[in-house]
């Protein structure tokens, strides 16, 4: 009976971690551009290319890792074209986002057709292989969620660890965030305020593509229409519920991971599905209120 | 950075005189050609696309009627999201609003027998307004409670409704084995079509009173002038000593019930009832033509129509080409992204006299205020 | 700012109007194709009245989701493309993308004149349809999976998905040896219940008493990570054969059984090479086909109004194992035949709502 409940446990601390994945990457993505001032709502459009372009990369080339390097390279091209709209020709930054989203959820239906002459599913493509740590496979709870780790978490984790440096340890971060948050203070510093925004949505565009590729050929190695189905939105949302802080992204991804894959496990039990499907949401509205964190300054000028 | 409101139509004359409308429509050009290529790119005959395009959204009356049922809702919605903004709140829970006042109104219309079309469509606009408006309220207490942006709280709520709406729908109001819908409302709360099967009903009539609404409140009334100031300047609004947190709790009552609305008139008027996936996307197509309207009622209008035009464009160039409706997507994203582009015209075009673009001094702020409450 | 970005709407909006009276001149003469917005002068719908010269066309209105949902819209695509090239028919395929547009859709083709046979998918598009073909009454219309009956001009054709639900169900039943058998799903509504997971349990009962079935919802049609974390929930939850029943959201389901070493069952076309060694067969929709002959029959005159069976004794549905490498005893293989067999002559029923699975349950233990 113990072994039953650890077993479920662990499953569900597993199912946590892969939910959690791309979801952290959609959150470092927003913080660091809107740690700039840009407001990244375009998140869900620069995913589902970067996932695209990924398998289209594995399809082409038949290796995964320059598949996600496609990806990533498809990303920071269309983060550089939000950047220009929003940041040169002054574009206001929601619509852009909304813009870009649309515009990416209708191009890759066109090359989806265009590549495998149907609209809904790609070619089944090799994937992002597992990292096998067979040591750890008889370790009750640490087993089940990392014997087979992602490489890409572990890329998660370390960038985490870069972007925290890089915010607080660093001068381009410090320069970064006056930008973000005065930008004419800034500019009377001497910083390159639109090179800086540029730079960091590029960045964002970077993670953002982890994110989405993480989706697609890390997770179930092919790739299907409106895959990113609002990871980049509820990204953006775990980004603001951490204050925009690596730290905070990270707590707040395990929480939502956490949160929805309970909520998978959880259905059937005889209450109406949908009260539990509703669970991730309405827990981190909880949770917000339980937070304490003054993000008043923040959010004044960033949102 | 925000300015004054245009003071009306002579203001617009000059200004169209002065050549402002000729960036629009190269911005518009320029995203035509940039989807003709891509159509090309894909083997298909853009001019046959935008013909179709054309006809389908104002070739004849049918279609025009179409054009105009379909932006109905989305003005609804892009009228809610811009009293928010106008607040200072950035309403992204329209989507969930729209679809709490489809239900709503389905439910009055539908457990109410008997009662004369009088009393029954303002019964069922009521209930729409008001739970919509309930929840644009809670939107704005769980952020001034919370001191957390609106975004996330507006994101988490539109799940929370969505889920909340499929519930009651699956639990206690469905009407067939098959379909997810409610049963027909009455007779009497329907909105009666203006051109059958076009999808226009005097849900219009609504909508236009919605902007004159919308319009009354922001040039007449105090109210309207401190939810402006508050927007521009919250601290400033609060020193003066305007109540902040009323004043936005107010314009999200509005803002919540616009949206309700828009999803009441489309069950009253289009469908006879509430079925699921009837205003799906709606929402994040009110947040973009809020924007590209200025914040302006008059400007939310046309930019409903310009989408319901898009809208039923696209559809009639399904029907009649080979066209797939994806590429009239692509266009409508890069005319969202072109046209309210302030500098993408002037740029080029600075960059063709070779000299540096007039830009104002102004630095990139993000320019969707939503200050901590 | 946010004045000029008014203005620039009321711009664009003066530009479209421009713009329609030079493009509307340049594409009629361009020999663009007829615009359906106008009525068509003197000619009502059907096809002998459009003329003897005019080409039989048709039109097809598909269910939301469009092409490429892996499903009915995909299945009854085929058979239209096998119209185009076997029998020269043009094909109109439209896409709505919400159910308001439906409505406009069937009017607009009806009012064309121009199809002897226009087809609506799903049973969502069946108030549309009968609206149209009332206003319109020598227009002849098919909907594919309906009921209809009582109107001339309109031909049933009922899928079955249920009956293939149910042999899916009976596969799941023989090749569970945790008795338990699992369903990913999309969307709950009504219909899944009734069609899907209820004809299941019945297949799977029939084969194995005692199975248990489970079921879990991904919350989305297009969501693949989602319907992996379900398949892997279902599994740890005990199943061991589960059935991929979500379109997109679906094909989570073999990276998942890739990982865990469950099998699944297919659905919607042959999905069996997704895990080969693990995917014992795949449900199939073969729409297409009596697309095909709807089309043929009315090109020749002879098609009905009413009801058209299309269960497994018109070869409507059915599965496959092509593809799979999982051995399939020969001594199941026959007792699928006999049960195929026995759904066609009725001993073996298949419930589709949920306060028949007793009873047919019941009646199929002594079938």
């Given at each position: 009976?113990n072994?039953?409940?650890?077993?479920?446990?662990?499953?569900?601390?597993?199912?946590?971690?892969?939910?959690?994945?791309?979801?952290?990457?959609a959150?470092?993505?927003?913080?660091?551009?809107?740690?700039?001032?840009?407001?990244?709502?375009?998140?869900?459009?620069?995913?589902?290319i970067?996932?695209?372009?990924?398998?289209?990369?594995?399809?082409?080339?038949?290796?995964?890792w320059?598949?996600?390097?496609?990806?990533?390279?498809a990303?920071?091209l269309?983060?550089?074209?939000?950047?220009?709209?929003?940041?040169?020709?002054?574009?206001?930054?929601?619509?852009?986002?909304?813009?870009?989203?649309?515009?990416?959820?209708?191009l890759?239906?066109?090359?989806l057709?265009?590549?495998?002459?149907?609209?809904?599913k790609?070619?089944?493509?090799?994937?992002?292989?597992?990292?096998?740590?067979?040591?750890?496979?008889?370790?009750?709870?640490?087993?089940?969620?990392?014997?087979?780790?992602?490489?890409?978490?572990?890329?998660?984790?370390?960038?985490?660890?870069?972007?925290?440096?890089?915010?607080?340890k660093?001068?381009?971060?410090?320069?970064?965030q006056?930008?973000?948050?005065?930008?004419?203070?800034?500019?009377?510093?001497?910083?390159?305020?639109?090179?800086?925004q540029?730079?960091?949505?590029?960045?964002?565009?970077?993670?953002?593509?982890?994110?989405?590729?993480?989706?697609s050929?890390?997770?179930?190695?092919?790739?299907?229409?409106?895959?990113?189905a609002?990871?980049?939105?509820?990204?953006?949302?775990?980004?603001?519920?951490?204050?925009?802080h690596?730290?905070?992204?990270?707590?707040g991804?395990?929480?939502?991971?956490?949160?929805?894959?309970?909520?998978?496990?959880?259905?059937?039990?005889?209450?109406?599905?949908?009260l539990?499907?509703?669970?991730?949401?309405?827990?981190?509205?909880?949770?917000?209120?339980?937070?304490?964190?003054?993000?008043?300054?923040?959010?004044?000028?960033?949102? | 950075?925000?300015?004054?409101?245009?003071?009306?139509?002579?203001?617009?004359?000059?200004?169209?005189?002065?050549?402002?409308?000729?960036?629009?429509?190269?911005?518009?050009?320029?995203?035509?050609?940039?989807?003709?290529?891509?159509?090309?790119?894909?083997?298909?005959?853009?001019?046959?696309?935008?013909?179709?395009l054309?006809?389908?959204?104002?070739?004849?009356?049918?279609?025009?009627?179409?054009?105009?049922?379909?932006?109905?809702?989305?003005c609804?919605?892009?009228?809610?999201?811009?009293?928010?903004?106008?607040?200072?709140?950035f309403?992204?829970?329209v989507?969930?609003?729209?679809?709490?006042?489809?239900?709503?109104?389905?439910?009055?219309?539908?457990?109410?027998?008997?009662?004369?079309?009088?009393?029954?469509?303002?019964?069922?606009?009521?209930?729409?307004?008001?739970?919509?408006?309930?929840?644009?309220?809670?939107?704005?207490?769980?952020?001034?409670?919370?001191?957390?942006?609106?975004?996330?709280?507006?994101?988490?709520?539109?799940?929370?409704?969505?889920?909340?709406?499929?519930?009651?729908?699956?639990?206690?109001?469905?009407?067939?084995?098959y379909?997810?819908?409610?049963?027909?409302?009455?007779?009497?709360?329907r909105?009666?079509?203006l051109?059958?099967?076009?999808?226009?009903?005097?849900g219009?009539?609504?909508a236009?009173?919605?902007?004159?609404?919308?319009?009354?409140?922001?040039?007449?009334?105090?109210?309207?002038?401190?939810?402006?100031?508050?927007?521009?300047?919250?601290?400033?609004?609060?020193?003066?000593?305007?109540?902040?947190?009323?004043?936005?709790?107010l314009?999200?009552?509005?803002?919540?019930?616009?949206a309700?609305?828009?999803?009441?008139v489309?069950?009253?008027?289009?469908?006879?009832?509430?079925?699921?996936?009837?205003?799906?996307?709606?929402?994040?197509?009110?947040?973009?033509?809020a924007?590209?309207?200025?914040?302006?009622?008059?400007?939310?209008?046309?930019?409903?129509?310009?989408?319901?035009?898009?809208?039923?464009?696209?559809?009639?160039?399904?029907?009649?080409?080979?066209?797939?409706?994806?590429?009239?997507?692509?266009?409508?994203?890069?005319v969202?992204?072109?046209?309210?582009?302030?500098?993408?015209?002037?740029?080029?075009?600075?960059?063709?006299?070779?000299?540096?673009?007039?830009?104002?001094?102004?630095?990139?702020?993000?320019?969707?205020?939503?200050?901590?409450? | 700012?946010?004045?000029?970005?008014?203005?620039?709407?009321?711009?664009?909006?003066?530009?479209?109007?421009?713009?329609?009276?030079?493009?509307?001149?340049?594409?009629?003469?361009?020999?663009?194709?007829?615009?359906?917005?106008?009525?068509?002068?003197?000619?009502?719908?059907?096809?002998?009245?459009?003329?003897?010269?005019?080409?039989?066309?048709?039109?097809?209105?598909?269910?939301?989701?469009?092409?490429?949902?892996?499903?009915?819209?995909?299945?009854v695509?085929?058979?239209?493309?096998?119209?185009?090239?076997?029998?020269?028919?043009?094909?109109?395929?439209?896409?709505?993308?919400?159910?308001?547009?439906?409505?406009?859709?069937?009017v607009?083709?009806?009012?064309?004149?121009?199809?002897?046979?226009?087809?609506?998918?799903?049973?969502?598009?069946?108030?549309?349809?009968?609206?149209?073909?009332?206003?319109?009454?020598d227009?002849?219309?098919?909907?594919?999976?309906?009921?209809?009956?009582?109107?001339?001009?309109?031909?049933?054709?009922?899928?079955?998905?249920?009956?293939?639900?149910?042999?899916c169900?009976?596969?799941?039943?023989?090749?569970?040896?945790?008795?338990?058998?699992?369903?990913?799903?999309?969307?709950?509504?009504?219909?899944?219940?009734?069609?899907?997971?209820?004809?299941?349990?019945?297949?799977?009962?029939?084969?194995?008493?005692?199975?248990e079935?489970?079921?879990?919802?991904?919350?989305?049609?297009?969501?693949?990570?989602?319907?992996?974390?379900?398949?892997?929930?279902?599994?740890?939850?005990?199943?061991?054969?589960?059935?991929?029943?979500a379109?997109?959201?679906?094909?989570?389901?073999?990276?998942?059984?890739l990982?865990?070493?469950?099998?699944?069952?297919?659905?919607?076309?042959?999905?069996?090479?997704?895990?080969?060694?693990?995917?014992i067969?795949?449900?199939?929709?073969?729409?297409?086909?009596?697309?095909?002959?709807?089309?043929?029959?009315a090109?020749?005159?002879?098609?009905?109004?009413?009801?058209?069976?299309?269960?497994?004794?018109?070869?409507?549905?059915?599965?496959?194992?092509?593809?799979?490498?999982?051995?399939?005893?020969?001594?199941?293989?026959?007792?699928?035949?006999?049960?195929?067999?026995?759904?066609?002559?009725?001993?073996?029923?298949?419930?589709?709502?949920?306060?028949?699975?007793?009873?047919?349950?019941?009646?199929?233990?002594?079938?």
């Open positions: 009976m072994e039953q409940i650890l077993q479920q446990v662990g499953s569900l601390l597993a199912g946590t971690i892969r939910v959690f994945t791309p979801i952290t990457f959150a470092i993505a927003s913080s660091f551009s809107a740690r700039a001032g840009v407001v990244n709502m375009a998140l869900d459009g620069i995913m589902l970067g996932a695209f372009f990924a398998v289209f990369g594995s399809f082409l080339t038949g290796s995964a320059l598949g996600l390097a496609l990806g990533i390279f990303s920071v269309i983060a550089l074209f939000f950047a220009a709209l929003t940041i040169t020709f002054r574009c206001d930054q929601a619509l852009a986002g909304l813009g870009i989203n649309l515009l990416a959820k209708a890759t239906i066109v090359l057709q265009a590549v495998w002459n149907t609209k809904g790609s070619a089944i493509v090799n994937g992002i292989e597992m990292i096998r740590l067979d040591a750890l496979k008889s370790v009750p709870l640490l087993g089940d969620m990392f014997s087979e780790t992602s490489p890409l978490l572990i890329i998660l984790l370390l960038s985490l660890i870069c972007v925290y440096i890089l915010f607080f660093t001068v381009f971060g410090m320069r970064m006056v930008t973000g948050e005065n930008p004419a203070a800034a500019r009377s510093l001497g910083i390159k305020v639109e090179r800086a540029y730079l960091c949505v590029m960045i964002s565009g970077v993670f953002a593509a982890l994110g989405g590729a993480y989706l050929i890390c997770d179930v190695n092919v790739f299907s229409r409106d895959m990113v609002g990871r980049g939105f509820i990204g953006m949302a775990v980004s603001l519920f951490g204050a925009n690596p730290i905070g992204c990270l707590l991804g395990l929480l939502f991971g956490f949160t929805q894959s309970l909520q998978y496990r959880l259905q059937g039990i005889g209450i109406p599905n949908q539990i499907q509703m669970m991730p949401y309405v827990l981190t509205l909880v949770a917000l209120v339980f937070s304490k964190r003054d993000t008043s300054a923040l959010t004044e000028n960033q949102l | 950075m925000r300015t004054a409101l245009p003071r009306g139509g002579g203001a617009i004359l000059l200004w169209i005189a002065k050549g402002g409308a000729l960036f629009s429509a190269a911005a518009f050009a320029l995203s035509l050609v940039v989807a003709a290529i891509i159509m090309l790119l894909a083997g298909f005959d853009p001019l046959e696309g935008y013909h179709a054309l006809i389908g959204s104002f070739g004849s009356w049918d279609n025009f009627a179409t054009a105009l049922g379909t932006a109905t809702p989305l609804f919605a892009g009228l809610s999201v811009s009293i928010g903004k106008r607040a200072g709140f309403n992204i829970g989507e969930g609003q729209l679809l709490s006042g489809a239900l709503t109104a389905a439910i009055a219309g539908a457990y109410a027998p008997g009662l004369p079309a009088i009393l029954h469509v303002p019964l069922c606009f009521g209930a729409a307004w008001i739970v919509g408006g309930l929840i644009g309220v809670l939107s704005v207490k769980l952020k001034q409670f919370m001191k957390v942006s609106e975004l996330i709280i507006t994101v988490m709520l539109n799940y929370v409704v969505a889920y909340t709406v499929e519930l009651l729908v699956a639990e206690f109001f469905l009407n067939s084995a379909v997810v819908r409610t049963p027909d409302i009455a007779g009497a709360a909105l009666a079509a051109i059958p099967f076009s999808r226009l009903t005097t219009v009539f609504f236009i009173a919605g902007i004159a609404l919308l319009w009354w409140i922001y040039e007449k009334t105090r109210f309207g002038y401190e939810i402006t100031a508050i927007g521009l300047n919250r601290r400033a609004a609060e020193t003066g000593g305007i109540n902040v947190n009323r004043g936005v709790g314009a999200m009552f509005i803002s919540g019930g616009l309700a609305l828009g999803g009441a489309e069950t009253m008027g289009v469908h006879g009832y509430y079925v699921a996936n009837m205003v799906n996307g709606y929402g994040y197509d009110g947040l973009t033509i924007i590209m309207g200025g914040g302006n009622p008059i400007g939310c209008a046309l930019a409903s129509i310009i989408f319901g035009a898009l809208r039923a464009g696209s559809s009639n160039m399904n029907r009649t080409t080979s066209i797939p409706g994806e590429f009239i997507s692509i266009l409508q994203a890069l969202i992204l072109f046209v309210s582009t302030p500098l993408l015209i002037r740029y080029f075009q600075a960059k063709l006299k070779k000299r540096p673009p007039t830009t104002p001094a102004t630095p990139a702020t993000p320019t969707t205020p939503a200050e901590a409450v | 700012m946010k004045k000029s970005g008014m203005k620039k709407t009321i711009a664009l909006f003066m530009v479209l109007l421009v713009l329609m009276s030079v493009l509307g001149a340049c594409g009629s003469s361009a020999g663009a194709p007829n615009s359906t917005g106008q009525s068509s002068a003197g000619q009502t719908g059907g096809p002998a009245a459009g003329g003897s010269e005019d080409p039989f066309k048709v039109a097809i209105v598909l269910a939301l989701g469009g092409l490429g949902d892996g499903s009915y819209n995909d299945s695509y085929e058979g239209f493309v096998r119209a185009e090239n076997e029998l020269g028919i043009p094909v109109q395929v439209v896409e709505p993308s919400e159910v308001a547009e439906m409505q406009g859709h069937f607009e083709l009806a009012r064309s004149g121009e199809y002897g046979l226009i087809f609506g998918v799903g049973y969502e598009c069946e108030e549309y349809v009968v609206a149209a073909a009332e206003q319109f009454p227009q002849k219309f098919v909907i594919m999976d309906s009921t209809v009956s009582d109107h001339d001009n309109i031909t049933s054709v009922q899928i079955s998905g249920p009956q293939m639900c149910f042999l169900g009976a596969i799941a039943g023989m090749y569970s040896k945790n008795n338990m058998a699992g369903i990913v799903m999309g969307i709950a509504s009504p219909s899944m219940t009734n069609r899907g997971i209820v004809p299941y349990t019945a297949g799977a009962r029939l084969i194995n008493p005692d199975i079935i489970r079921v879990k919802y991904s919350g989305s049609w297009s969501d693949s990570s989602a319907g992996k974390e379900i398949a892997l929930a279902l599994n740890q939850e005990g199943c061991d054969v589960i059935m991929s029943y379109g997109g959201s679906g094909l989570g389901a073999f990276p998942a059984a990982e865990k070493g469950f099998y699944v069952i297919g659905t919607g076309g042959n999905q069996n090479s997704f895990a080969p060694d693990l995917t067969a795949s449900g199939l929709f073969f729409y297409g086909n009596l697309a095909y002959i709807c089309i043929q029959e090109m020749a005159g002879t098609l009905q109004s009413g009801l058209k069976d299309a269960g497994l004794a018109e070869g409507g549905v059915g599965y496959t194992t092509d593809g799979s490498n999982v051995p399939m005893d020969p001594a199941n293989a026959e007792r699928l035949e006999r049960i195929t067999q026995q759904i066609i002559d009725g001993s073996v029923i298949v419930p589709e709502s949920e306060s028949d699975l007793d009873a047919a349950i019941a009646n199929n233990a002594n079938a």
